[in-house]
């Protein structure tokens, strides 16, 4: 490991949409991080790099040659795809590296359980990058609770829904299990986190899954229904194929209910080439598109009363990362907690294909 005074030097595999949109530019944005290396053999993503992250960067054409220079790095980032993150992440821990690991950590709760125990066993760091635990809604959706403004809640819905008619294909729309792709995997991983993290342990599951567009093969249009411990009850939408869309969240409660249209701004900022820089704006969102609390009214009509929304907040991710490293800050995410929400996403599944209620 590097000394106190010097950056933490991080190695990123893959720089496809997460590695170059996500991870970098989040990591080139955190105070005590630096980016590298890089692992790709793509020619055109590694003069993307090179543009985007200086000179100095360096680049292997595969993840051995990381292994090779474990003494030479401090943070090992895997934004490869899905199929590929438990053999890399496990090859990591091996190595002696700490590890972020992109979304889905596995593709079951048992091998993210598994990683779990290697990475505490070998006394490393491994973490698994939920960013949407630092959406501007989720942040603000918390600090209402917090606040008890709805009184007890009784329904949570949310909804991450897209209008994508013609399939992109890749291995993210793949219908080979081994790829791990679909909504249930990619949006679903989100969703059912957030889900867990306010309201905690789901007792039941039920779940619809359907494979809406021509030419499609993974599903692009899934229901999950989670009963928590606590009795609240959690209505959860993914979907590519939602022509109108519905509010990202809608939170009802004894009291009061809380309904918030629009996607966090974050990932269109950062789509966009713009970066998080200290003292500067980051994650904000105009007043129009805040959300409404009330009891009774219709928000579309202008019902309720406005709650402000707190700025997203991306970066406190890795930051919290490099504490974790340097002065031994709690883990941001860990991958227990991942798994978790993986026997969700498990239970999901088996419900969608038997049209039955399964208890993780």
Same mark, same amino acid.
């Given at each position: /490991?590097?000394? /106190?005074?010097? !950056? ?8 496809? #949409? ?24 793509? &020619?055109? %993503? ?35 795809? *899905? ?14 590296? &700490? ?14 359980? @598994?990683?779990?125990? $290697? ?6 760091? $491994? ?14 959706? %918390?600090? #209402?609770?917090?606040?008890?403004? $709805? ?50 342990? +789901? ?13 499609? @093969? ?6 999950? +229904? ?36 629009? $996607? ?16 500067? !704006? ?6 129009? /598109? ?14 309720? %009363? ?24 709690? *883990? ?29």
């Amino acid at each position: /490991m590097t000394g /106190m005074s010097t !950056p933490l030097r991080v190695g990123l595999v893959g720089y496809g #949409l997460a590695g170059s949109v996500f991870h970098a530019p989040l990591i080139a944005a955190t105070e005590g991080l630096t980016l590298d290396t890089v692992v790709t053999s793509n &020619p055109e %993503r590694q003069a993307q790099a090179r543009a985007e992250h200086g000179d100095g960067l360096r680049f292997v054409a595969s993840p051995d040659d990381l292994w090779e220079h474990a003494d030479e790095l401090d943070l090992i980032v895997i934004a490869s795809p *899905n199929k590929t993150h438990v053999p890399l992440a496990k090859a990591a821990i091996e190595a002696g590296l &700490p590890v972020v690991v992109d979304k889905p950590v596995a593709g079951t709760a048992a091998q993210a359980r @598994e990683l779990a125990e $290697l990475a505490e066993k070998q006394g490393v760091l $491994l973490s698994v990058f939920q960013n949407r635990r630092w959406d501007n809604d989720f942040l603000t959706l %918390r600090s #209402l609770l917090s606040e008890g403004e $709805l009184g007890d809640v009784w329904r949570f819905e949310s909804r991450f829904e897209r209008w994508r008619p013609q399939p992109k294909g890749g291995w993210r729309e793949s219908g080979d299990p081994e790829e791990i792709g679909g909504l249930l995997y990619d949006l679903g991983s989100h969703v059912v986190d957030q889900a867990l993290v306010l309201f905690g342990p +789901a007792v039941a599951v039920y779940a619809e899954s359907d494979v809406r567009r021509p030419g499609a @093969e993974a599903d692009d249009d899934t229901f999950i +229904a989670i009963t928590h411990a606590n009795g609240v009850r959690s209505h959860l939408y993914v979907s590519a194929t939602t022509a109108q869309l519905g509010p990202r969240f809608r939170v009802l409660g004894s009291q009061a209910g809380y309904v918030k249209y629009g $996607l966090d701004p974050q990932e269109a900022a950062l789509r966009d080439g713009r970066r998080p820089a200290a003292g500067e !704006p980051w994650g904000v969102e105009g007043e129009a /598109m805040w959300g409404r609390v009330g009891s009774g009214e219709s928000p579309q009509t202008g019902g309720g %009363r406005p709650y402000a929304t707190l700025d997203g907040d991306y970066p406190a991710y890795y930051a919290a990362i490099a504490a974790a490293l340097r002065d031994g800050a709690p *883990n941001p995410v860990p991958a227990t907690q991942a798994a978790d929400a993986l026997d969700v996403l498990e239970a999901a599944r088996v419900s969608a294909r038997d049209g039955v209620v399964v208890k993780p």
